[in-house]
């Protein structure tokens, strides 16, 4: 997504933000699939004796806004608190059999490359227009769509507060129509009630009472789940979720205003997080002395691990994607890959925000995904969300070796297309999405 404040950076390197979806002629939905028989509980873990907090990170001094995107220089990462000794939290529980793919739209896709949009910003049309829509986009070469969607839009911080858009509910609508077209349906969980970013990833009005770690990714499970299984049952089951929306800083970190900001200091931190590192795009720095501690990767993992499980223990399936602003930056995209698996957590894919200028050029996206998928060869890779440069974005996934690059999500590409009523008009960048079909075909 993309928002016009200065950023702080946590590698030493100039990072950014900003978000896109697809459409197509109706397909027919999978055959029910068997739902998994239920899990049973974990047994709880024994409260260990409290670790000793990690020391807070410098703040990076602020950086100029980018195009579309934020930038600045990264303040150091505080060293990390030491563990509690013997404090495991209790395992969520064993997971049930999963249900098998085939109900609420089950995958027909045949291809090893995805050419997609976060086309979000059209499910307040009526669904003749995002039918017609999507049409333009599947005959143009699109085959994949990315879909946003907030805890609660319509909570005191949210998203919007009267009609409720990009709740689950809208999501599942939207989603239904994506998969009757016969393309690829991309969840982006933001777990917030507004946008989620590097610079805000604010925690939901719902979950603010949770007063320890473990009440958090309970919560982040069971939302998770039902909003898999609601997706599934309305038709609109997703080939892949992002569990988390640029989680760059960790996710569910601030306590957020009536616009969806955080709060000033250290009022805008939520006690119970899970931050790496402390920023805010309000105070565009790291708060002052005095306020709740970074969370760091212990509970960052707690939280990535329970999403994750909540897509699995309904559907195994799904693909899991994590997503960082971080296109041009190896070495913190390196690190975060390394400790999201050092805490376990199960993910099929890694995709990065590539906005040029903010992250860079081309070229840098090239060496960064380069880089990483040799060091990672178990890993395939997305650009999450891009703008310009439609060409030179895909072509640097597609040319990936060994097929880690698998497709790309145009964020909002309003440029591709005009509307009049519920008709869309191609212009003339799909030209370039044409020949993009022509030359990708073997993959598509």
């Known amino acids: 997504m993309k928002l016009n404040y200065a950023f702080l950076l946590v ?54 806004a980018g195009s ?4 600045g220089t990264s303040g150091t990462a505080g060293t990390s608190g030491t563990a509690g000794s013997g404090g495991h939290a209790g395992t969520l529980g064993t997971a049930g059999t999963s249900g098998t793919a085939g109900s609420g739209g089950a995958s027909t896709l045949s291809a090893s490359f995805y050419i997609g949009a976060d086309i ?9 227009a995002r039918a017609n829509l999507l049409t ?22 949210g998203y919007d507060k009267t009609n409720g858009t990009d709740d689950i509910t809208h999501t599942v609508a939207f989603g239904k129509q994506v998969k009757d077209a016969g393309m ?23 979950w603010q009472g949770y007063t320890t770690i473990a009440q958090m990714a309970t919560a982040v499970h069971d939302y998770t789940s039902a ?7 309305g038709g609109a089951r997703p080939d892949m979720v992002q569990i988390g929306n640029e989680e760059t800083p960790g996710i569910l970190i601030h306590l957020c205003d009536g616009g969806g ?26 708060p002052p002395a005095g306020g709740p501690p970074a969370g760091g990767w212990t509970n960052l993992g707690m939280l990535l691990n329970a999403a994750a499980k909540g897509v699995k223990d309904v559907d195994t399936g799904i693909k899991i994607a994590l997503h960082l602003d971080r296109g041009n930056d190896l070495a913190s995209s ?5 400790n999201a698996n050092s805490k376990g957590v199960p993910f099929d894919v890694f995709g990065e925000s590539c906005y040029a200028g903010t992250q860079g050029q081309p070229s840098d996206w090239q060496a960064t995904f380069s880089s990483l998928a040799t060091s990672f060869p178990n890993l395939k890779f997305i650009i999450a969300e891009y703008s310009t440069d439609q060409r030179a974005a895909n072509d640097v996934l597609f040319n990936l070796a060994n097929q880690q690059g698998i497709g790309t999500f145009n964020w909002q590409p309003g440029d591709l297309w005009t509307r009049s009523g519920s008709t869309y008009t191609a212009q003339t960048d799909m030209g370039i999405y044409d020949q993009m079909k022509t030359d990708y075909a073997s993959r598509l």
């Open 261 to 286: 900001l955080p709060k000033a200091g250290i009022a805008g931190y939520n006690a119970v997080n899970g931050a790496i590192y402390l920023y805010s795009s309000t105070d565009g720095g790291a």
């Open 68 to 71: 579309r995107g934020h930038a």
């Open 120 to 128: 979000t910003d059209q499910e307040t049309q009526a669904v003749a």
């Open 334 to 338: 390196k690190s975060y890959i390394t």
């Open 227 to 233: 909003s898999i299984t609601a997706l599934i049952a």
């Open 136 to 157: 333009l986009m599947k005959a143009h070469g699109f085959n994949y769509v990315r879909l946003r969607t907030f805890v609660d839009p319509k909570a005191a911080d």
């Open 11 to 64: 590698a030493a390197a100039a990072w950014g933000c900003s978000s896109s979806d697809p459409g197509g002629t109706s397909g027919t939905a999978g055959s029910s699939g068997g739902a998994g028989t239920s899990g049973s509980a974990g047994a709880s873990g024994a409260a260990g004796t409290s670790g000793t907090a990690g020391t807070s990170g410098t703040a990076g001094t602020s950086g100029t």
């Open 184 to 206: 690829g349906l991309l969840v982006d969980f933001h777990y917030s009630d507004n946008w989620a970013d590097p610079g805000k990833q604010c925690v939901p009005v719902a």
